[in-house]
């Protein structure tokens, strides 16, 4: 982790114990203690911890990163009570606004320290006992989401056959390093709209850049959670979010038309940690080159192994007099949902989704005379990343193209402008632009440009029908969440039992 990013991590925590001292030398004055040492960051909390008759380590706790944030909360509830104010009012003070809390309980005259024999005394009504538990629960279970592993679904078949709808993973945020929240105030178990209300689920109130501790950022093969780098604005109306991107319709009608048009509204801007969930493979990490021919995967020249659950659109041709359906393939051990099996208009012809395993099963029954893989094309080059007509590519033949690596730098061409100006401008704030044949970096002309992130090129493993990095481009390594790890449970018309606690490959 730099050593900037720590530093900010403690300046927080050194507010939290600072802001309130005003008021916690006052009650320290009535406690016996001297008001001084009420303004002395962290030593404070100790004395806190004496004067409640607390647990002194809990004050250690305070100085483990973002964790500690957690922890004086605690500390400050504690020492309310010493002053005889047990009410769920005052503790949610004593936590939240402990700035404002503290002050006006020691401005109060009427308020005496009762020492801690007294506080033991106290007993609380059965409803608190409660609710104290499940605060608790909270804090613990949203250390645990942001810190260890998060649950997650699989909200579209872009994974399938190896991911399908409605299976639910465990994410492994230990796999790569756990991320540090950009925006920490924000509602627990919700990601970025409260359910109901439909607003945001998070203040931006506080934000903090990018920190990941003990990084191992992604390898080849790895099923990787990210936030889509394409959703930091979107069309906040459903059946668009990142379904159907903002930057996919500002290219297609202007962005002058996209903000005045009604349809187009309202736009929500996300931070970095807010940004809609993406699951996909890596296929391609930092510095490497990729190329797809023909529906096939090269890195740096070499062919890339077809993940063996990874479905490959195949045109079917069945033998005379022969008809095939969903139950046909079923009979020979092939499982098909609807969008994976189509009946073309040319008769005994057809378009299936299969996996490897699955069309050698095919080739070798009784219905089919032939397989023969599919290839996608597309009329519209503007369609894919980089969304030019320089790049003529598309979902089966695409590159090739090099994928940024932090330190490493490129000279700056017309022919890879529009490939590395999004990374550079937005992924890594810069004021990037071009003009003339020349390119400007944050105001002044430069042909060369250094990353400051890794990247990495996503795909889902059912390529011909998955957005992924053909559509938008690179992910930096500031949006990777986690690692797939682990299939709990999963459910089409009913559990589906042989799924349930199958490692994510």
């Known amino acids: ?189 919700v990601h970025n709209y409260l359910p109901v209300l439909n607003t945001k689920s998070y203040s931006e109130a506080i934000k903090l850049p990018y920190t990941r501790w003990f990084a191992s950022l992604p390898k080849r093969g790895d099923v990787v959670v990210f936030n889509f780098p394409a959703g930091d604005t979107v069309i906040h109306r459903e059946g668009f979010e990142s379904a159907q991107p903002y930057y996919a319709f500002v290219r297609k009608l202007g962005r002058e038309r996209v903000m005045l048009d009604d349809e187009f509204k309202p736009l929500v801007v996300h931070p970095v940690d807010k940004t809609d969930n993406y699951i996909k493979r890596c296929v391609g990490v930092a510095g490497d080159s990729l190329q797809i021919i023909a529906g096939d995967v090269f890195i740096n020249g070499k062919l890339q192994p077809v993940p063996p659950e990874a479905g490959r659109h195949y045109l079917v041709k069945a033998k005379a007099n022969r008809y095939l359906d969903r ?57 894919f990343f980089p969304y030019d007509t320089t790049h003529k590519w598309s979902v089966d033949a695409f590159g090739p193209i090099w994928i940024p690596k932090k330190g ?12 590395y100006e999004r990374a550079i401008r937005v992924y890594e704030k810069n004021d990037f632009s071009s003009a003339n044949g020349k390119y400007f970096l944050n105001g002044k002309e430069t042909t060369q440009y250094t990353f400051k992130m890794d990247y990495f090129w996503m795909m889902g493993d059912n390529r011909q029908g998955s957005q992924d990095s053909r559509f938008w481009g690179f992910v930096p390594e500031d949006r990777i969440v986690g690692k797939a790890w682990m299939i709990w449970f999963s459910w089409e018309n009913g559990p589906r039992w042989k799924r349930l606690f199958n490692m994510v490959k």
Do not use: C
Not at 356 to 370: N, R, T
Not at 408 to 419: G, H, K, Q, W
């Open 408 to 419: 490493a730098t490129i000279t700056l061409t017309d022919e890879n402008y529009s490939i």
């Open 327 to 383: 139950d046909n393939l079923k009979e020979l051990g092939i499982l098909i949902n609807e969008n994976d099996f189509r009946e073309l208009a040319t008769p005994s012809h057809y378009d299936i989704n299969l996996t490897q395993d699955e069309k050698k099963l095919l080739e070798k029954s009784e219905f089919v005379e032939a397989v023969q893989l599919s290839i996608f094309d597309s009329p519209d080059p503007t369609e």
């Open 1 to 189: 982790m730099p050593i900037k990013h720590l530093l900010i991590i403690y300046f927080i925590g050194t507010l939290q114990v600072l802001l309130p001292s005003f008021g916690l030398a006052k009650l320290f004055v009535k406690a016996g203690v001297p008001a001084w040492k009420a303004y002395v960051p962290f030593y404070n909390t100790w004395v806190m911890q004496e004067i409640a008759g607390r647990p002194k380590h809990w004050v250690f706790w305070q100085f483990i990163p973002v964790v500690g944030w957690f922890i004086t909360p605690g500390i400050f509830i504690e020492f309310a009570k010493a002053f005889g104010q047990f009410s769920l009012r005052h503790h949610t003070m004593a936590a939240l606004v402990p700035f404002f809390y503290f002050p006006w309980l020691g401005s109060k005259e009427d308020v005496k320290f009762i020492g801690p024999e007294a506080v033991r005394r106290h007993k609380k009504p059965s409803w608190r006992e409660w609710v104290d538990a499940a605060v608790f629960a909270i804090v613990a279970a949203t250390l645990i989401r942001t810190f260890i592993f998060e649950a997650y679904t699989i909200p579209s078949g872009s994974m399938e056959k190896t991911l399908l709808v409605r299976d639910f993973l465990f994410v492994s945020k230990l796999s790569y390093g756990p991320r540090i929240p950009n925006t920490p105030l924000s509602v627990p178990f």
